[in-house]
């Protein structure tokens, strides 16, 4: 059984479940909370997880009885079909509690991109002692950690996205196919993958892109979204930043995330899983994150980190401003992407970020991950 809740988690959980075929004989059958990429793997679906896909102390509350439904489905096809392993990807606020349930009644329990309890709620960590048999991690100071809080069944396997993640045509490629001037700039606004995000944060970057061209009117955008985005979002958000699209063109592109941000000069991206993506493939970005005010007081005080985004922690430095809730405005994302545009300060950014990309490997990371779980399937339950 394998279960992911959100769509970078379902994108990883794919790519394990294709190496998973490859490193098992026979006709290995998977099933469980799936949604685009794992359905493309043929796992069989128990749960939708786009229903799952939700983030903030409200938004969760209101949608409980669907969480309440996945877990009891989930749970009792568990116990009914004794699979002989759960993989359990990221989504811990709900996994922890699946790998409780299962964990009691002897099921393994293998958890792979592996909770972030070291930036908050570290307690989290006797549930794991207790009911997860083997940690894969994906961030290198993980391991380490870890085994420091007493833990010792954890593998690092590297960084999933190092290899995956990369611009599948070059910026001439992409200007030509989007009718941009290759001339001019480009900056790439990443709003998030949730409808929340771009509810709270398309808005505020589309009040900044203005305040932008009013610096540099020769400034070009790019939208990247989701493919699960609706054109009436888009629209909802320029009536809410109080926006006529035709005065502020901008293109919006579908599937061709990492191409828009390999092709940009700069970029501004919601904290989370593209921070990484956009390190990776070096393009100078800015930070952004905004909640409701209630999620950002009940939950800022259980953070216990020195940066939000991924890649400012992997570099153990701030590569990447962070504008998070009241310090993201949209003038305070006009000074720094047009700080990050001048030529200087764009090259130095750029080669920071390649040192910090250094230090995740050179890919494989879903076959190690796959090998460690066969390795693991070999052995007798204990």
Same mark, same amino acid.
């Given at each position: 059984?394998?279960?992911?809740?959100?769509?970078?988690?379902?994108?990883?959980?794919?790519?394990?479940?294709?190496?998973?075929?490859?490193?098992?004989?026979?006709?290995?059958?998977?099933?469980?909370?799936?949604?685009?990429?794992?359905r493309?793997?043929?796992?069989? *679906?128990?749960?939708?997880?786009?229903?799952?896909?939700?983030?903030?102390?409200? *938004?969760?509350?209101?949608?409980?009885?669907?969480?309440?439904?996945?877990?009891?489905?989930?749970?009792?096809?568990?116990?009914?079909?004794?699979p002989?392993?759960?993989?359990?990807?990221d989504?811990?606020?709900?996994?922890?509690?699946?790998?409780?349930?299962?964990?009691?009644?002897?099921?393994?329990?293998?958890?792979?991109?592996?909770?972030?309890?070291?930036?908050?709620?570290?307690?989290?960590?006797?549930?794991?002692?207790?009911?997860?048999?083997?940690?894969l991690?994906?961030?290198?100071?993980?391991?380490?950690?870890?085994?420091?809080?007493?833990?010792?069944?954890?593998?690092?396997?590297?960084?999933?996205?190092?290899?995956?993640?990369?611009?599948?045509s070059?910026?001439?490629?992409?200007?030509?196919?989007?009718?941009?001037?290759?001339?001019?700039?480009?900056?790439?606004?990443?709003?998030?993958?949730?409808?929340?995000?771009?509810?709270?944060?398309?808005?505020?970057?589309?009040?900044?892109?203005?305040?932008?061209?009013?610096?540099?009117?020769e400034?070009?955008?790019?939208?990247?979204?989701?493919?699960?985005?609706?054109?009436? *979002?888009?629209?909802?958000?320029?009536?809410?930043?109080?926006?006529?699209?035709?005065?502020?063109?901008v293109?919006?592109?579908?599937g061709?995330?990492?191409?828009?941000?390999?092709?940009?000069?700069?970029a501004?991206?919601?904290?989370g899983?593209?921070?990484?993506e956009t390190?990776?493939?070096?393009?100078?970005?800015?930070?952004v994150?905004?909640?409701s005010?209630?999620?950002?007081?009940?939950?800022r005080?259980?953070?216990?980190v020195?940066?939000?985004?991924?890649?400012?922690?992997?570099?153990?430095?701030?590569?990447?401003?962070?504008?998070?809730?009241?310090?993201?405005?949209?003038?305070?994302?006009?000074?720094?992407?047009?700080?990050?545009? *001048?030529?200087?300060?764009?090259?130095?950014?750029?080669?920071?970020?390649?040192?910090?990309?250094?230090t995740?490997?050179?890919?494989?990371?879903?076959?190690?991950?796959?090998?460690?779980?066969?390795k693991?399937?070999?052995?007798?339950?204990?």
């Open positions: 059984m394998i279960v992911a809740g959100e769509p970078s988690g379902d994108a990883h959980a794919a790519r394990l479940v294709r190496e998973l075929r490859h490193e098992l004989p026979g006709n290995v059958r998977f099933f469980g909370a799936v949604s685009h990429g794992l493309e793997q043929g796992v069989e *679906e128990i749960v939708n997880a786009d229903d799952l896909a939700v983030v903030g102390v409200l *938004e969760i509350a209101m949608v409980l009885p669907v969480f309440w439904r996945a877990y009891r489905r989930l749970r009792a096809a568990a116990l009914k079909r004794r002989d392993a759960v993989v359990l990807v989504f811990p606020d709900f996994n922890l509690k699946l790998a409780r349930a299962l964990g009691r009644r002897g099921i393994r329990i293998i958890y792979y991109i592996s909770p972030q309890i070291w930036a908050w709620r570290k307690y989290r960590i006797s549930t794991i002692r207790k009911y997860v048999d083997l940690l991690t994906i961030l290198p100071f993980e391991k380490e950690w870890y085994s420091r809080h007493g833990f010792e069944s954890v593998e690092y396997v590297g960084n999933p996205t190092v290899n995956e993640v990369h611009a599948g070059g910026r001439g490629d992409f200007f030509e196919r989007h009718a941009l001037d290759p001339e001019r700039p480009l900056v790439a606004l990443l709003p998030g993958s949730r409808h929340k995000e771009i509810f709270r944060i398309l808005p505020e970057m589309l009040r900044s892109a203005a305040l932008m061209r009013e610096c540099r009117p400034l070009q955008f790019v939208i990247a979204l989701a493919p699960t985005r609706r054109d009436d *979002e888009i629209d909802a958000a320029f009536r809410t930043a109080g926006i006529n699209r035709d005065e502020l063109p293109t919006i592109v579908r061709e995330t990492y191409d828009a941000i390999g092709a940009s000069d700069a501004a991206v919601t904290s899983t593209a921070t990484l390190g990776i493939l070096g393009t100078p970005m800015a930070i994150y905004k909640g005010a209630l999620n950002y007081v009940l939950l005080p259980l953070i216990d020195p940066h939000f985004g991924l890649i400012n922690l992997i570099a153990g430095e701030r590569l990447a401003a962070e504008l998070i809730q009241y310090d993201f405005t949209p003038k305070t994302l006009r000074d720094e992407i047009l700080r990050l545009l *001048e030529p200087g300060t764009n090259a130095g950014v750029r080669a920071r970020l390649a040192e910090a990309k250094a995740l490997g050179h890919g494989g990371a879903s076959k190690r991950a796959a090998e460690a779980i066969v693991l399937l070999a052995k007798e339950p204990t």
